[in-house]
């Protein structure tokens, strides 16, 4: 498997981390396996960023600066400029943990077919606490992804050619959901399949664009990806008779997010139009936790 093309092409789009990348960049370096090549494609960053990756001389780092076009269009970027076999993802904020590729590998040449591979990740805080344990996930992930996306970047795997093949969207007012949005149209043709080992580390930190509770910005956002949604022929074949449910847990996010904010008032139009989209909705969890959030915040 050692030869002088990498086997696997690890994609790092990467935006003002300079605190955190050098952790993301370490953790490819301590990989027990060792036929690779790191992109790190910073997406306009006006921090140190391009200092830091200077520092490692491992000739199989590549450095792309590119202008701000958010993460969307950095990781094409990467993908386009892969030499590998095989694409792993990985933000600049995460870190893979040492087996991740070998794992991988050993997944592949026991399952060659297998063009998306996805292994699990946990929650650390940036001492290395665990914050939260990784999900139990079904071994196909193509019906749960209906409900809510449980994909994280870090885990992903995929084959050169379907990662040119399925570009994510570059629209920038996506950015937060253009992995989600990605998800759907390669699940509306292939399988996702995941595997439970624990490879990968989502690292919590304030600057977590997860994190982020511009209410206004998220329901923008999610506006767009339903449109988006409602506009792919492919993701609407795939969701079928499940449209309802998603479009309903599409708005439930909107509604729990304006719940942690206060705004009470932007929280009930979306509860409502969960519940118009999908009447199962009120009862469920996020409901409880809407209302709950409402009722005693």
């Not at 994909?151 to 920038?172: D, N, T």
């Not at 022929?233 to 719940?259: D, P, T, V």
Request: proline share 3%.
């Amino acid at each position: 498997m050692e030869n002088n093309s990498p086997f696997f092409s690890v994609v790092v789009p990467s935006f003002n981390r300079a605190d955190l990348i050098s952790i993301a960049i370490q953790s490819v370096i301590n990989q027990t396996f060792s036929n690779w090549e790191l992109i790190i494609v910073d997406d306009g960053s006006s921090d140190n960023t391009r200092d830091i990756v200077s520092s490692f001389t491992d000739s199989r780092i590549k450095y792309i600066k590119t202008p701000n076009c958010e993460r969307g269009a950095a990781r094409n970027t990467g993908i386009r400029g892969a030499l590998g076999e095989f694409v792993i993802l990985l933000d600049s904020d995460d870190y893979l943990l040492p087996e991740h590729m070998t794992s991988v590998l050993n997944i592949i040449q026991a399952n060659p077919t297998f063009d998306f591979i996805h292994l699990n990740y946990e929650f650390r805080n940036k001492e290395g606490k665990l914050v939260r344990a990784a999900s139990k996930l079904p071994s196909i992930l193509n019906k749960v992804i209906v409900g809510t996306n449980v994909i994280g970047c870090a885990g992903v795997v995929m084959k050169l050619s379907l990662a040119i093949k399925y570009p994510f969207s570059e629209v920038r007012w996506l950015s937060g959901t253009e992995d989600y949005e990605l998800w759907l149209r390669i699940a509306a043709e292939n399988k996702l399949y995941h595997f439970p080992l624990v490879t990968t580390v989502m690292v919590e930190h304030k600057g977590r664009s997860m994190a982020e509770l511009d209410i206004k910005k998220i329901e923008k956002r999610i506006l767009l990806f339903i449109h988006l949604c409602k506009n792919s022929k492919s993701i609407r074949k795939f969701l079928g008779r499940k449209k309802n449910y998603f479009i309903s847990n599409r708005f439930s996010y909107i509604s729990l997010h304006a719940s942690v904010t206060g705004n009470t008032q932007l929280s009930l139009k979306y509860w409502c139009k969960s519940f118009i989209s999908s009447p199962l909705f009120c009862i469920s969890k996020r409901s409880f936790s809407i209302v709950n959030n409402l009722l005693f915040k």
